[in-house]
């Protein structure tokens, strides 16, 4: 079994900081592409940030400039940097991994059970 547990979330002032952080933990062969999607109420979810296992970095563009996305790769975590947040940052933030478990199995993505994040204005 392969879970992904998230952390990190909470209420924060508007201009303020939070840092997420996610773990892959179970039977787990080889991890590529990691991310973050968030999804607001009455909105479709939608992708923050992803990190690939080289570490090159793609950011939706309503944060660039403003998170950071990052990875370990012998800890099979990935992390999300949140500055300068916004009320419209306001969402249910949910962790992603595109695994593969064992050798033989094809390629799935996983998905946690995502951490709130609450701006205040």
């Known amino acids: 079994q392969v879970r992904l547990v998230e952390s990190g979330g909470g209420l924060v002032q508007a201009g303020g900081s939070l840092t997420l952080s996610c773990v892959a933990s179970?039977?787990?062969?080889?991890?590529?592409?990691m991310g973050w999607h968030r999804q607001a109420p009455g909105k479709q979810r939608e992708l923050v940030a992803t990190?690939?296992?080289?570490?090159?970095?793609n950011y939706a563009d309503s944060v660039k400039g403003r998170f950071a996305i990052s990875r370990d790769n012998a800890k099979n975590t990935v992390s999300l940097q949140m500055n300068s947040l916004k009320p419209e940052d306001t969402a249910v933030y949910y962790c992603?991994?595109?695994?593969?478990?064992?050798?033989?199995?094809?390629?799935?993505?996983?998905w946690g059970q995502g951490t709130q994040v609450t701006v205040s204005s």
């Open positions: 992603s991994a595109e695994m593969q478990r064992r050798y033989y199995d094809s390629t799935r993505n996983y």
């Open positions: 179970g039977t787990i062969f080889r991890i590529n592409d």
């Open positions: 990190i690939t296992s080289g570490k090159g970095t």
